[in-house]
């Protein structure tokens, strides 16, 4: 659910607690990953809305890549869990 200044004032009035998590902070993606992720937007016609959620998403696809390339031509689950799991950054 998205939380929104709205969400917050019925919850207030509701007296519920609220419990709210964030995929990142502002600070955790690197000026390069956000110059790499602004050239998607700009070349794709991408929105730059919801920015959480496509710096995810783009965080997750270079793992998948990564992964597929280390695991090489004859990928299986395990082979491609190890290439992950040998990663240092």
Request: charge should be positive.
């Amino acid at each position: 659910m998205a939380v929104t200044s709205t969400s917050f004032a019925r919850l207030r009035e509701a007296r519920a607690p609220v419990f709210i998590a964030y995929p990142l902070l502002g600070s955790d993606p690197s000026p390069a990953a956000l110059e790499r992720l602004h050239s998607l937007q700009v070349g794709n016609s991408i929105p730059a809305q919801h920015l959480p959620i496509q710096v995810t998403a783009l965080a997750s696809a270079q793992i998948l890549v990564e992964g597929l390339q280390r695991g090489g031509r004859d990928l299986t689950r395990t082979k491609f869990v190890a290439a992950l799991a040998a990663c240092k950054t």
